[in-house]
């Protein structure tokens, strides 16, 4: 439901959802915050988002046994100018690892993955490997020069991610 409010060109100016509490707060869910993730930046990347109330389990018959929340979600128009696709393989890499973003880039599996992409891309533009390449070296450079290789997903906001995505991006890293 989500995915087709925020994803696919539509005349949905807004929509009010009624939520399990839970997932309505990660919807909302600030830099900082525990319940910030990854549905919570994609969302408000593609999304204003607000929780306009709190339904208590007692107004159902029968009573779910959970919580439940209004949420009021209103696509923005324009979106912004990001390809999706990019966007969700840097959250999902960035949120997998509880730790820092050096933990989470110096996996085995994001490593070899970035390193496919990049020699891709490479290779689509007719463009050598440099020799004695790391793409781990690369992405540890990247991370350095825009002060993040400490940083926490859970404690960086939209823009952060933005400024990040645009430096990956610009050294011909690609998530997709």
Request: hydrophobic share 45%.
């Amino acid at each position: 439901m989500l995915e087709k409010l925020t994803l696919r060109p539509t005349d949905v100016v807004l929509e009010i959802v009624l939520e399990q509490r839970e997932f309505a707060q990660r919807l909302v869910a600030k830099p900082g915050d525990k319940l910030y993730c990854r549905l919570s930046i994609n969302t408000q990347l593609l999304a204003r988002v607000d929780m306009l109330m709190k339904v208590g389990k007692n107004n159902f018959k029968p009573p779910p046994k959970v919580e439940s929340s209004v949420v009021r979600l209103e696509p923005k128009n324009p979106p912004p100018p990001v390809n999706f696709t990019e966007w969700d393989g840097l959250a999902r890499i960035a949120f997998c690892a509880k730790t820092n973003f050096n933990a989470a880039f110096k996996m085995n599996s994001v490593i070899e993955m970035l390193e496919k992409n990049y020699k891709l891309y490479l290779s689509i533009r007719n463009m050598p490997v440099e020799e004695n390449f790391s793409m781990q070296e690369k992405v540890i450079g990247i991370l350095t020069n825009l002060n993040m290789e400490t940083a926490r997903a859970r404690s960086m906001d939209l823009d952060d991610f933005m400024r990040l995505l645009l430096a990956f991006n610009s050294e011909g890293i690609h998530f997709n």
